[in-house]
């Protein structure tokens, strides 16, 4: 019962937290930056009361996702900063769902990254002009973010879980958030990108969260 009661506060606390960052963003910009933090933070709780055996690249994945986040909401001096500690999340992503894989195809792989290099390709193309010397790191991100979302979409083609389609939807609401983070930075500054930038976010690593916890139940 006490186990059962620590999951449910612990997902209690990140509801609270979602809420109060999605308030902020549309009431009060102090709010949302005191509890931009608090997403991943109230995560690592969810997952590790979830969890007997817990995957250090998720949570290290969650560790650096906290890096970025803190970064991204200074100046836009802090911006590479932040790029940077959310490419070294990407990356943990990608290594632990490619662990989750059974088999591994080339054709497949190609095949299955070509919607991610779509959007980002067209991603590029509406803002290239305006990246100026971010032109190379924002593709870069590009790449390894579509690679996540492509390692994602080969785990569900190969076997139908639940827990596959959160991991391959959480990648897809991470690709959709970074997509309009950066069409809003570079190209046009909308409040509506702001807290559909947010809603996504949340989303993204709410329903990794989800997949990584009854991955590590199914073990």
């Given at each position: 019962m006490k186990y059962q009661s620590n999951i449910l506060s612990a997902s209690a606390l990140f509801l609270i937290i979602a809420v109060l960052q999605i308030l902020g963003v549309l009431f009060n910009d102090t709010l949302a930056f005191v509890s931009s933090p608090f997403i991943t933070?109230?995560?690592?709780?969810?997952?590790?009361?979830?969890?007997?055996?817990?995957?250090?690249?998720?949570?290290?994945?969650?560790?650096?996702?906290?890096?970025?986040?803190?970064?991204?909401?200074f100046k836009a001096e802090f911006f590479l900063f932040g790029l940077v500690f959310f490419l070294i999340a990407q990356v943990l992503f990608i290594k632990v769902s490619i662990s989750f894989l059974i088999k591994k195809s080339f054709t497949k792989t190609v095949l299955s990254s070509i919607p991610f290099l779509i959007?980002?390709?067209?991603?590029?193309y509406v803002i290239n002009e305006r990246l100026g010397e971010m032109l190379f790191p924002i593709i870069v991100y590009g790449i390894v973010i579509c690679s996540f979302g492509t390692i994602t979409l080969l785990n569900?083609?190969?076997?139908?879980?639940?827990?596959?389609?959160?991991?391959?939807?959480?990648?897809?609401?991470?690709?959709?958030?970074?997509?309009?983070?950066?069409?809003?930075?570079?190209?046009?500054?909308?409040?509506?990108?702001?807290?559909?930038?947010?809603?996504?976010?949340?989303?993204?690593?709410?329903?990794?969260?989800?997949?990584?916890?009854?991955?590590?139940?199914?073990?």
């Open positions: 933070i109230s995560l690592v709780i969810v997952y590790l009361t979830s969890v007997n055996k817990v995957n250090l690249g998720y949570t290290a994945a969650l560790f650096f996702s906290f890096w970025g986040d803190l970064f991204l909401l959007v980002l390709g067209s991603v590029v569900y083609l190969q076997e139908k879980s639940t827990e596959n389609l959160w991991l391959f939807l959480g990648a897809v609401f991470f690709i959709l958030s970074d997509s309009l983070f950066v069409i809003h930075k570079f190209y046009d500054i909308n409040e509506v990108y702001r807290v559909s930038i947010t809603i996504t976010y949340i989303l993204a690593q709410y329903l990794i969260c989800k997949a990584m916890i009854a991955k590590s139940t199914k073990a």
